[in-house]
């Protein structure tokens, strides 16, 4: 029996490639039990006309099908349905209507974010697009990233592919960290006192799990990363919020009794505020002379295409006192979801302990794709061209923000990949954001990061990471058109 096409379409709601799309087409009819084993496809030419999509991309899906024992190829015969291709179960699958938990009661800690922020899932479809962290496709390597992979599931690295680590990392990247990346920013480590982390989000909890509870204080920056705030209120410490000004934290205004500091002090963040070296060592005499721990997030530490970067806090501190917090997710691309700390020994080893009660190690894979990156000098290279790009995107936009009349209050002395505007008084860029983004353009609202219940609603961060240059100058002309417009209203 054949299958007819008319009972094939792909779903618009689905993602990835045209190929994948018609691979999990033709996959979920067989699980769902529309297709049964014995059954002829219709041919690859056929399902490829009526679908709209080229020959060879049902070729090549109904080939992986194959491979995958969905299918089978039965020569001039055709594509069937395999004998062998899981089967539908056999109940009937229900779901309950009406739940009889009552989980507001049952939940406890509620963990749920609420960091405020909204990115829409598809960004890169907006024309302007100034919102931070996102890869720009036009500048990631994407062939030596693939060759990397590829050289990862070589049989020599089968058993970095395929081992359970437990509580370990892969030993090739610790040692790449530890001999390349951390010595550029003045720190010597040893593999004891390094682990690979879920990205730097991760590296954050695991420090504020391991250093504090409901008794200790952590002070953070205000403004601050929205997430580590998040993370510090559900781990029920005492927070104290300490304000910073146009070079970073203020030592002096650290409350008495905190126990550990959390601060971005190469690149503040929202601000991009550079911490100088005296305030830098003023922090560190006092974290010493009271006795609290600094958790140094050194984000963005390799878009220094301005000046030479800053030293970080960890290389200058003498008293182990600094636990630092370093990610390839920034410089590579956010969906990595790899990062690294670094700190003393018996820090190490209980976050390490954590780690591998939650989630074991990351991926053996991943590890070993970005040590074949990294030592291949592909990484490097990487952050070179992003620099170039990155430099010459800020000097248009800090041009294109002057001709406007734009008010910049903050950006990265050494580099980095966004700048911090403030709008006049009186305008929320709350709601700015969201009519700029009826004219493609999208923008961050500054109120998440401040602390505040009524934060400051006139701040917002434009990134230039991920647009091109050619539309910065329309995209800056849009934002200023419509605060004149939010003025009017407001003086009507």
Partial sequence: MSISVETFFLDPETSGTLQARVQQMVAQGILSGRFHAGERL???RKLAQHLGVSRIT???AYTELVADDYLTSRGRSGYFVSEN???PPKFTVQSALDSTVDWTRVIGPKHSPSLGMEKPANWATYRFPFIYGQADETLFDNANWRLCALKALGKRDFSALTADYYDGDDPQLIDFIARQTLPRRGILASPNEILVTMGAQNALWLTAQVLLNARRVAAVEDPCYPALRNILEQGRCQLASVPVDANGLRPDDLPAGTDVVFTTPSHHCPTGATMPLARRMALLK???AENFLVVEDDYEFEMSFGNAPSPSLKSLDRNGRVIYVGSFSK??????RLGYLVGPAPFIKEARALRASVLRHPPGHIQRTVSYYLSLGHYDAL??????????RRDVMNAAIRAEGLTIVGQGSNGGSSVWLRAPDGVDTSTLAKTLQADGVLIEPGA??????NPPKEFFRLAYSSIPVARIPEGIALIAKAIRASLKNINY
């Fill in 42 to 44: 219709p041919s690859s």
């Fill in 58 to 60: 049902v070729t090549l």
């Fill in 85 to 87: 291709a899981p089967e």
């Fill in 286 to 288: 006092k974290a010493e």
């Fill in 331 to 336: 410089s590579l691309f956010p969906g990595l």
């Fill in 383 to 392: 952050v070179r061209r992003m620099g170039r790009a990155f430099g010459e």
């Fill in 448 to 453: 998440p990061f401040f602390a505040a219940e």
